[in-house]
């Protein structure tokens, strides 16, 4: 890297754009990504001025007036990297002399593209790179980001630096990067490499104790990746009963329900929820994918979380050149005859960095790079066993059968009930954990899908008129 000497002190604005109104999990939007706040809180060591801001959590799009600073820091993913370029075109009409620096996954794929907006784009990790770049400059217009090898030598984050944390009601935290497996369609592996690196069970704990929120959400892609480091880490959390952290939810793989000890341990320390990308009940699909798990495996773990009393968020994916209309119908089906307490059907989408995105491209089979509809809420490729327009009803046709007032209306009185066989002391065999708060999130999605049919009704024109 050549650099300059540019030694003041330095006015830094870290943007992550807002969500797309077209995505169909926008009503959930506000929880930032932590890259930012790590890059803010390493500049704001070194003394510069540094504002940190999720336009979904400041509830508003940032102005020509809202972009007074040196530098802007755009932290990226596909959906939200068209609203970047235009922040990144704004803050140069407002800030001629002012540098734009691009991080994220779809930036570190796609370098050209996200050059003709930014001075620099940041590829891969960019926490070994950011006080450098902020305090001499380069003239590199691609600057290479290095892992952090050591995890525990991350800064403690200063939320502080973020407007409207006040709003936040449930915290985030990641103690790890990088994923063992290789499923086709994931960028966590082409961004963040196959070895798993995690911070020690010490600081993950110390790091808890400095929540300030008693609900926590663990955003590691699989937490429980290494099995005596989550037993020491549940162990340590469970000598803290009474502690700051309440309850907490995290994103796991089937195959933790292999250890059923880890799962009463994870129950009895508060874990509430976890979030599991179960993909597909389609053993061909799960193959195609590259998963490393069955169908068998999608069923007992999901019996085995309700054993221990643990929800379950099941996360499949619609699309796959072995799904056909066949295979969606048996996965609604097998959500609800398992009770899964919430759930997200996601269209496959091929996101610049995956295999799949490289498959496709080469076979001619995307329909567009409109990046905003890349959210896993749109059809943007051509399927083989549906036409796009049919792909796209049915996926949005089976998220309204599960997010439905009648389905809703029926948690809420299984959740009603059982509270009155408790209270009378009266024993409950069943599959599943009735909950209020499964019937709120049931209402929050029928209105979210509500919204996403009323503001995507060109792009399903756009796609019936597609071609056969």
């Known amino acids: 890297m050549t650099s300059r000497t540019l030694t003041k002190r330095r006015k830094v604005l870290l943007v992550e754009p807002a969500s797309p109104d077209s995505n169909v999990f926008s009503g959930f939007a506000g929880l930032p990504l932590l890259g930012p706040l790590y890059l803010g809180t390493i500049l704001d060591r070194r003394g510069h001025d540094v504002t940190v801001i999720n336009e979904d959590l400041l509830g508003r799009h940032l102005g020509f007036n809202d972009l007074d600073a040196d530098v802007l820091c755009l932290s990226t993913i596909t959906s939200t990297v068209e609203r970047g370029y235009e922040l990144a075109t704004l803050f140069k009409r407002r800030n001629p002399g002012g540098r734009v620096l691009m991080g994220g996954p779809h930036v570190s794929f796609m370098q050209e593209e996200a050059l003709r907006y930014a001075d620099h784009v940041v590829t891969g990790e960019g926490e070994n790179v950011i006080a450098d770049l902020v305090e001499h400059g380069t003239d590199d217009a691609i600057v290479h980001g290095t892992p952090v090898e050591d995890m ?243 996926a949005m046709s089976h998220y309204s059968d599960y997010y439905s007032i009648i389905r809703a209306m029926n948690d809420g009185l299984d959740a009603a009930a059982t509270a009155t066989a408790r209270l009378a002391g009266q024993a409950i065999e069943r599959s599943g954990a009735p909950s209020v708060r499964n019937a709120l999130y049931k209402l929050m999605g029928k209105n979210i899908l509500r919204r996403w049919h009323k503001g995507n009704t060109d792009y399903m024109q756009y796609l019936r008129l597609l071609p056969t």
């Open 152 to 394: 525990d030598t991350l800064p403690f984050i200063n939320w502080d630096l973020l407007v409207n944390f006040f709003k936040i009601r449930i915290q985030p935290f990641m103690f790890s990067r990088g994923c063992p497996f290789a499923c086709n369609f994931c960028t966590v592996t082409a961004m963040y490499g196959r070895r798993y690196r995690h911070m020690s069970p010490e600081r993950v704990l110390a790091e808890l104790d400095t929540t300030r929120l008693s609900e926590v959400f663990i955003y590691d892609d699989n937490f429980a990746a290494k099995n005596k480091r989550t037993h020491a880490i549940v162990d340590g959390l469970l000598e803290r009963a009474g502690g700051r952290v309440r309850w907490w939810t995290a994103q796991v793989r089937a195959d933790v329900t292999s250890d059923e000890d880890l799962l009463h341990k994870m129950q009895r320390s508060g874990c509430g929820r976890v979030y599991v990308g179960f993909e597909s009940i389609n053993d061909r699909t799960l193959r195609e994918m590259h998963k490393g798990q069955s169908s068998d495996d999608v069923k007992r773990a999901i019996r085995r979380f309700h054993k221990h009393v643990i929800r379950v968020h099941g996360m499949f994916v619609f699309g796959s050149d072995a799904d056909d209309p066949a295979v969606l119908k048996r996965t609604s089906e097998f959500v609800h005859r398992e009770r899964l307490d919430s759930v997200q059907y996601m269209i496959l989408t091929p996101f610049p960095g995956t295999e799949l995105f490289g498959r496709l491209v080469g076979e001619g089979r995307l329909l567009h790079t409109m990046w905003r509809y890349y959210d896993a809420g749109h059809v943007v490729f051509k399927p083989m066993g549906f036409d796009p327009y049919q792909l796209q009803v049915q």
